[in-house]
T-cell receptor
Framework: AQSVTQLGSHVSVSEGALVLLRCNYSSSVPPYLFWYVQYPNQGLQLLLKYTTGATLVKGINGFEAEFKKSETSFHLTKPSAHMSDAAEYFCAVRREYGNKLVFGAGTILRVKS | GAVVSQHPSRVICKSGTSVKIECRSLDFQATTMFWYRQFPKQSLMLMATSNEGSKATYEQGVEKDKFLINHASLTLSTLTVTSAHPEDSSFYIC???????????FGQGTRLTVV
């Protein structure tokens, strides 16, 4: 079975500062990993995903994440936060060819001016 | 990117009535659609998975007679909340994908309030 743990339900950064959102997963098989962003009262938008190949994945809006198998982590980073990055972020995992996408509890990112 | 449209975005209904939520893939054919429920300040919980032309597979604890899912075509799935009660009030989100090798795209969600 897969599971996802997001450390920190709320993260606050200053505009221009580094964003780091933590995600650890457990999976008995090689996982596919995802980061989604959700703005209030909206659905989810895919930021980036890892399936196979290069472990450093670049996504939209300047975000990137690195798959570290030894640490079972897939942390999301952005070098410089922008006010528009304020939203809720979800890490998710699923098996290759699997149906079920398992989400973490989410991390609300606040960006201070 | 692929577009998934959900309708309505908000709905208020009276207790005891039924409400239907539509999920459409606008520019691709979705063999599989997923329905999620999201409680305030919580994550998404998968309710059911539906494949076009077959019965939906419900997650444990989800009442299939309460939440009717129909996936009659490759571009449309519907979720009907029957005999709605205030505890059914929630944010419902659908997602759709072409096949197992592709990612799923999410609709914008439907805020259901039962009064």
């Amino acid at each position: 079975a897969q599971s996802v743990t997001q450390l920190g339900s709320h993260v606050s950064v200053s505009e221009g500062a580094l964003v780091l959102l933590r995600c650890n997963y457990s999976s008995s098989v090689p996982p596919y990993l995802f980061w989604y962003v959700q703005y209030p009262n909206q659905g989810l938008q895919l930021l980036l995903k890892y399936t196979t190949g290069a472990t450093l994945v670049k996504g939209i809006n300047g975000f990137e994440a690195e798959f570290k198998k030894s640490e079972t982590s897939f942390h999301l980073t952005k070098p410089s936060a922008h006010m528009s990055d304020a939203a809720e972020y979800f890490c998710a995992v699923r098996r290759e060819y699997g149906n079920k996408l398992v989400f973490g509890a989410g991390t609300i990112l606040r960006v201070k001016s | 990117g692929a577009v998934v449209s959900q309708h309505p975005s908000r709905v208020i209904c009276k207790s005891g009535t039924s409400v239907k939520i539509e999920c459409r893939s606008l520019d691709f054919q979705a063999t599989t659609m997923f329905w999620y429920r999201q409680f305030p300040k919580q994550s998404l919980m998968l309710m059911a998975t539906s494949n076009e032309g077959s019965k939906a597979t419900y997650e444990q604890g989800v009442e299939k007679d309460k939440f009717l899912i129909n996936h009659a075509s490759l571009t449309l799935s519907t979720l009907t909340v029957t005999s709605a009660h205030p505890e059914d009030s929630s944010f419902y989100i659908c997602s759709a994908r072409v096949d197992r090798d592709t990612e799923a795209f999410f609709g914008q969600g439907t805020r259901l309030t039962v009064v």
